[in-house]
Nanobody
Framework: QVQLVESGGGSVQSVGSLRLSCAASGFIHSWYCMAWFRQAPGKEREGVASIDGDGTTSYANSVKGRFTISRDNPKNTLYLQMNSLKPEDTAMYYC??????????WGQGTLVTVSS
């Protein structure tokens, strides 16, 4: 059973930076996909960034050039470096892991608040 715990959220002013971490316990296959999602108040959950077992990354258009996803397989940890933050990035951020065909492990989320 994989468990994911996010950390690193907080309050920051616009154009600031934050680094989110997602620590995984249990067995994580090196080929698993891992991803970050977010959900803002009153909005649907959306994908932010993903990384597969080969290190191939994908980003939502809204965060391209500002966010960087990375993973440290020996440490079973996923990261999201967020730069040039905007108020519209305010959301609960969740990490997920599992087969790329269907992520099946989710964390509880960490809140990011960006003020103008």
């Amino acid at each position: 059973q994989v468990q994911l715990v996010e950390s690193g959220g907080g309050s920051v002013q616009s154009v600031g930076s934050l680094r989110l971490s997602c620590a995984a316990s249990g067995f994580i296959h090196s080929w698993y996909c891992m991803a970050w999602f977010r959900q803002a108040p009153g909005k649907e959950r959306e994908g932010v960034a993903s990384i597969d077992g080969d290190g191939t990354t994908s980003y939502a258009n809204s965060v391209k050039g500002r966010f960087t996803i990375s993973r440290d397989n020996p440490k079973n940890t996923l990261y999201l470096q967020m730069n040039s933050l905007k108020p519209e990035d305010t959301a609960m951020y969740y990490c997920a892991a599992g087969p790329c065909s269907g992520l099946d492990a989710w964390g509880q989320g960490t809140l990011v608040t960006v003020s103008s």
